[in-house]
């Protein structure tokens, strides 16, 4: 990280954990805001923030405490979520959402060393696991027992060696306060992830390097919160693999979409938006 980061500062108080009952709701705000996001541009990152919601509610709604913990998005195109549910959470002023993707904002499409509202997020997939176990070792070596790191990944960063390495290290150390939370949307750029590379059986592989681990539905609010609750528990590190889909929470977006980068034209913006303001409202 350069000068220019915008780390979350240290030292605030930790704002209350959201309800259980309240996270669908913010889920629902979490897709509308990456909506009218990507509906700028006409095109963009929102099949990431429709699998993501679920998770990115869980993590800035209940277990990321800005100020005492640290939070790594590792693929740097789900940021989109990120900034959402960050300016939900009061970390972002929600106007700043109107300037995404646009020249000169600081809300970058794909999340930089300047990017907000996190502690790091990677260009390059499979690195942030390693940044995270970095964070999490020097938290214990500089006596903050209380400080927790979150990464959150996604399954296509799992065909990288490095993030397998990363596993192996945290491991070893016993890294109890890192938690992961991997989003399974099997969707990459190619295609889908099973059809470029076999990374099942995710939670017995990652169990193999030491880890606890638990596969769940990560578009279940309650199943995700108490996963991750259990993952924070854990006295080693911890993975909760959560299984999504990139068209999850939007009925109107037609049969055959690229989950990975959507296309927003006018008339479909404007369903997606009243359909996901009817479930925000």
Same mark, same amino acid.
């Given at each position: ?205 990652? &169990?193999?390097?030491?880890?606890? #681990? !638990?596969?769940?539905?990560? +578009?279940?609010? $309650?199943? @995700?919160? =108490?996963?991750? %609750? ?5 006295? &080693?590190?911890?993975?909760?693999? #959560? !299984?999504?889909?990139?068209? +999850?929470?939007? $009925?109107? @977006?037609? =049969?055959?979409? %690229? ?23």
């Amino acid at each position: 990280m350069n000068s220019l980061h915008e780390s979350p500062p240290r030292g605030l108080p930790p704002g209350p954990p959201l309800p259980v009952a309240q996270l669908a709701g913010l889920a629902a705000r979490i897709r509308l805001h990456a909506v009218r996001m990507v509906a700028a541009h006409g095109l963009g990152y929102l099949g990431q923030a429709l699998s993501s919601a679920e998770g990115f509610a869980v993590l800035y709604g209940r277990c990321y405490r800005p100020g005492a913990d640290r939070i790594v998005v590792s693929p740097g195109h789900y940021i989109i979520a990120a900034f959402a549910a960050a300016a939900e959470r009061g970390l972002l002023d929600e106007d700043d959402l109107r300037t995404y993707g646009h020249n000169g904002s600081r809300l970058e499409a794909i999340g930089t060393e300047r990017s907000p509202a996190v502690d790091l997020t990677c260009g390059s997939l499979g690195q942030g696991l390693s940044a995270a176990v970095g964070f999490a070792l020097a938290d214990r070596i500089q006596g903050r027992p209380d400080a927790r790191t979150f990464a959150f990944l996604s399954d296509g960063e799992l065909e990288e060696g490095q993030l397998w390495e990363a596993a192996m290290f945290a491991d070893h150390h016993r890294l109890g306060n890192l938690a992961v939370l991997l989003d399974a949307n099997n969707s990459q750029v190619d295609g889908p992830v099973a059809d470029i590379t076999t990374i099942e059986p995710i939670a017995e592989k990652w &169990r193999s390097f030491g880890w606890n #681990a !638990r596969d769940v539905d990560g +578009h279940d609010p $309650a199943v @995700l919160a =108490d996963a991750m %609750d259990r993952a924070i528990a854990a006295d &080693r590190p911890a993975v909760v693999i #959560a !299984r999504t889909s990139t068209r +999850h929470g939007l $009925a109107c @977006l037609p =049969d055959g979409v %690229d989950g990975h980068f959507i296309k927003l034209p006018p008339d479909l913006a404007e369903q997606a938006t009243a359909e996901l303001e009817a479930l925000s409202a």
